[in-house]
T-cell receptor
Framework: KQEVTQIPAALSVPEGENLVLNCSFTDSAIYNLQWFRQDPGKGLTSLLLIQSSQREQTSGRLNASLDKSSGRSTLYIAASQPGDSATYLCAVKKRNAGNMLTFGGGTRLMVKP | DAGVIQSPRHEVTEMGQEVTLRCKPISGHDYLFWYRQTMMRGLELLIYFNNNVPIDDSGMPEDRFSAKMPNASFSTLKIQPSEPRDSAVYFC???????????????FGQGTRLTVV
């Protein structure tokens, strides 16, 4: 059974810092890995999707990497801003498991002005 | 496209009542998922459909839960009878199954916050 873990569970940083969120998964046979952002009381917004054949994806100040062999992904946020405050979730889509996503518990990020 | 649309956004009901949650996926997407989110258990997959056919309902907690997808643009999740422990946020998501090595993003609705008192 695929298990996804995110560390840390919560993180508080001053504005302007570069930060890294971690995601690990137990089964490396994945189709892809997706990072989401969730604001309080809101739905999930897709940030980045990394296919199993890719090593990283970038969007603006966000960079996500994938190392399938070690079962790890990182989300790098450059020059953090208060508007980045949210919960960040990673999810993996496993091969031979239909199209379902397995989610980590999330990292709750607070960026202080 | 307006994205995945869920209704209602909030639902408060009394224990024992029937609750129906609705979802309209993104047009053209062939996969539809129902998730439940709680503080204790995070996001859990309840059931998913491919081309309107239920593929995996192993996440449905009990027989009180049922889901249907009568056509490609509409799905319902029904709880009958509802219980206080069903209180959670229920999300619907859709995606386009690319198959093979390449696959596509899942897009989520805004969720329905269910409170059973």
């Amino acid at each position: 059974k695929q298990e996804v873990t995110q560390i840390p569970a919560a993180l508080s940083v001053p504005e302007g810092e570069n930060l890294v969120l971690n995601c690990s998964f137990t089964d490396s046979a994945i189709y892809n890995l997706q990072w989401f952002r969730q604001d309080p009381g809101k739905g999930l917004t897709s940030l980045l999707l990394i296919q199993s054949s890719q090593r990283e994806q970038t969007s603006g100040r966000l960079n996500a990497s994938l190392d399938k062999s070690s079962g790890r992904s990182t989300l790098y946020i450059a020059a953090s801003q208060p508007g980045d405050s949210a919960t960040y979730l990673c999810a993996v889509k496993k091969r031979n498991a239909g199209n379902m996503l397995t989610f980590g518990g999330g990292t709750r990020l607070m960026v202080k002005p | 496209d307006a994205g995945v649309i869920q209704s209602p956004r909030h639902e408060v009901t009394e224990m024992g009542q029937e609750v129906t949650l609705r979802c309209k996926p993104i047009s053209g997407h062939d996969y539809l998922f129902w998730y439940r989110q709680t503080m204790m258990r995070g996001l859990e997959l309840l059931i998913y459909f491919n081309n309107n056919v239920p593929i995996d309902d192993s996440g449905m907690p009990e027989d009180r839960f049922s889901a249907k997808m009568p056509n490609a643009s509409f799905s319902t999740l029904k709880i009958q009878p509802s219980e206080p422990r069903d209180s959670a946020v229920y999300f619907c998501a859709s995606s386009l199954g690319g198959g093979g090595q390449v696959d596509t993003e899942a897009f989520f609705g805004q969720g329905t916050r269910l409170t059973v008192v």
